[in-house]
């Protein structure tokens, strides 16, 4: 089992920045591909960012790559979503997730075992 913990979301204007956090506890984190998604309001639960248990790969969504990066400490067990350029369309509620011990990196919602509560990012114009 794991436990996910987000924060650092908040509101911000345009072009701003953010980052989130998100603190794992239960098992060994390195052992675990991690990603981020986004829910906005009316709209399905949607990828933003993964990034693989094994070699630091990363993957992005078209509509966040080159203003996004995801990372992760697995000394500290947290992975990290730095958001820059943040746009209105941008805000959402942000999920950290990990996949079961030792699966490769995935875009897949429903290939996420373990999700957090959530954190509300919102950018105003």
């Known amino acids: 089992q794991v436990q996910l913990v987000e924060s650092g979301g908040g509101s911000v204007q345009a072009g701003g920045s953010l980052r989130l956090s998100c603190a794992a506890s239960?098992?060994?984190?390195?052992?675990?591909?991690m990603g981020w998604f986004r829910q906005a309001p009316g709209k399905e639960r949607e990828f933003v960012a993964a990034?693989?248990?094994?070699?630091?790969?990363?993957y992005y969504a078209d509509s966040v790559k080159g203003r996004f990066t995801i990372s992760r400490d697995n000394a500290k067990n947290t992975v990290y979503l730095q958001m820059n350029n943040l746009k209105p369309e941008d805000t959402a509620v942000y999920f950290c997730?990990?996949?079961?011990?030792?699966?490769?990196?995935?875009?897949?919602?429903?290939?996420?075992?373990?999700w957090g509560q959530g954190t509300q990012v919102t950018v105003s114009s």
């Open positions: 990034i693989s248990r094994s070699d630091g790969s990363t």
């Open positions: 997730a990990a996949r079961s011990i030792l699966r490769p990196i995935s875009i897949t919602l429903s290939d996420y075992d373990y």
């Open positions: 239960g098992r060994p984190f390195s052992s675990n591909t």
